[in-house]
């Protein structure tokens, strides 16, 4: 699952999966340009691990909220990378709340950055990625978007949304030898998961037949394998990584 040289951007790359997606590449031999969206030190202080061990690691700072931040991230891709290979569109948050309390502002937060985000980030993101011999995409979706979450209703539409912009760009960009796909994770431990109840979590675990909630590197193994050419014969799908709690018929 070599990567030797592939290059690719990963937002969302300063902790969580994010941060485990750029080290398992980084190791691989890609070289990795990832974006942060405040945690500057925490970006830099993987740059400083990574690069010290002799890796290719690059960060920027970037909103894919913003659509002026996304514009400039196809100069940092040209500048740092001098093209694209593979994009990992992996920054995502939560607002959870039941329906009933939910603001129209914790609905925007998340479609903003967990759908509108991945779309306009992958549209700018195309031009380059045309130009790649082999291109992929891999997009984060969640279970949540799948099987739907009480508490969820703006992030599992968001999630589900992913998946069927996931299908549909499949469509349309298989006959340009680009990949598209995406990962459904289950729970995995990070800050995200960390603010749930351990009453939550705990009931969580004996729903998952393998009775362990999941690790950052579990999810970044399923991104390697996406993105490597193993995976040259997979587009459209939804690659679900959460120890069986979902099973798709
Ligand atoms: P996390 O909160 O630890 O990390 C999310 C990252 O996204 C952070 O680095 C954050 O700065 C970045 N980010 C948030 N908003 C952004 C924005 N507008 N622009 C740029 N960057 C932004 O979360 P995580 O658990 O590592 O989640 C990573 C992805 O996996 C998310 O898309 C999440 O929805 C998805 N996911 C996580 C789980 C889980 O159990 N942890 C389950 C299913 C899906």
Not at 129 to 145: P, T, Y
Not at 146 to 170: D, E, P, R, W
Request: hydrophobic share 45%.
């Amino acid at each position: 699952m070599n990567l030797n040289q592939k290059r690719i951007l990963i937002t969302g790359g300063s902790r969580g999966i994010g941060k485990a997606i750029v080290e398992r590449f980084a190791e691989e031999g890609a070289h990795v340009l990832f974006t942060y969206k405040s945690n500057m030190a925490s970006a830099l202080d993987i740059v400083d691990v990574l690069s010290a061990k002799g890796y290719h690691v690059h960060t920027v700072k970037a909103d894919v909220s913003v659509e002026e931040d996304c514009k400039a991230l196809l100069k940092h891709v040209q500048d740092t990378l001098g093209g694209l290979d593979v994009l990992v569109n992996n920054a995502g948050i939560t607002r959870d709340t039941l329906m009933l309390r939910m603001t129209i502002n914790q609905y925007d937060d998340v479609m903003n950055t967990n759908l509108r985000g991945v779309w306009m980030l992958t549209q700018v993101m195309l031009k380059p990625l045309l130009k790649s011999e082999k291109g992929k995409i891999i997009n984060i979706s969640s279970v949540s978007g799948i099987l739907g979450n009480a508490g969820q209703t703006n992030y599992s539409a968001a999630k589900a949304g992913v998946i069927g912009f996931t299908k549909a760009l499949a469509r349309e960009l298989g006959g340009r030898d680009i990949n598209v796909n995406a990962i459904a994770p289950g729970f995995i431990k990070t800050e995200m998961t960390d603010q749930l109840p351990e009453e939550i979590l705990n009931q969580a675990i004996q729903q998952i037949p393998l009775k362990r909630i999941g690790d950052v590197k579990d999810i970044a193994n399923a991104a390697l394998f996406l993105a490597s050419n193993q995976s040259d014969y997979i587009t459209g799908q939804t690659l679900v990584v959460d120890g069986g709690m979902v099973m798709p018929s």
